[in-house]
């Protein structure tokens, strides 16, 4: 009789547990952003999301967020330089700051239809592949979609963009990011215009 009784109280408080959990999980809703979602644009944004998971070579990463090297619009841009010769690197623009996946966080983006940007490379031919979400579902939290492109970059201005159709945009932790190799010398580019749109 005692062991009955234990594994009722053991079962009344497993219910108890999954309840508040799943309370918990209905509580955890990521917050419906507007469109469009500017992640930078001359000088800044307002998404919500932050340049804080810097990726590889860190060290070798420069961020310099109001370079006056003339943008298509407006008068500053995103310059990103990498000064080595080799090895990568890259940043990912997260909600909130430095969530790898062990936070709660995220913006509801969904009605987005592509994921826009442009942007050009000091001296042309740098290969750079741009996207978002990176946090896959082995983690507590996580991207509800990803896409990605890989582009090369030429030394003009250039609009780019990212289809997000059929793509479940509830909950985005990681909102953009960009990662490169140096290919046996440093590059530098620019980045302007970074936004969700219908």
């Known amino acids: 009789m005692q062991s009955k009784n234990f594994s009722y109280r053991h079962f009344i408080a497993l219910l108890a547990v999954i309840t508040l959990m799943a309370a918990a999980g209905a509580a955890y809703a990521a917050a419906k952003a507007s469109l469009p979602l500017v992640i930078y644009?001359?000088?800044?944004?307002?998404s919500g999301f932050v340049p804080s998971g810097w990726m590889g070579n860190t060290g070798k990463i420069q961020y310099n967020g109001k370079c006056h090297v003339k943008p298509p619009k407006g008068t500053r841009c995103l310059k990103i330089s990498f000064t080595g010769s080799s090895g990568w690197g890259g940043i990912v623009w997260q909600n909130p700051a430095n969530n790898w996946g062990d936070t709660q966080g995220g913006i509801n983006i969904?009605?987005?239809?592509?994921?826009v940007f442009w942007a050009k490379a000091k001296h042309g031919g740098v290969v750079?592949?741009?996207g978002y979400g990176l946090i896959g579902k082995g983690k507590a939290y996580h991207?509800?979609?990803?896409?990605?492109?890989?582009?090369?970059?030429?030394k003009h201005w250039k609009k780019y963009s990212i289809s997000l159709k059929g793509k479940n945009m509830s909950r985005i932790i990681t909102g953009f990011y960009w990662s490169a190799a140096a290919n046996g010398s440093p590059f530098t580019f620019y980045l302007d215009d970074v936004k969700y749109q219908k």
Do not use: C, E, I
């Not at 969904?110 to 994921?115: D, E, I, V, Y």
């Not at 991207?143 to 030429?154: E, F, H, R, Y």
């Open 110 to 115: 969904t009605g987005a239809k592509k994921l």
């Open 143 to 154: 991207d509800s979609s990803s896409a990605s492109k890989k582009v090369t970059l030429g």
């Open 128 to 130: 750079v592949t741009f």
């Open 41 to 46: 644009n001359n000088g800044s944004g307002n």
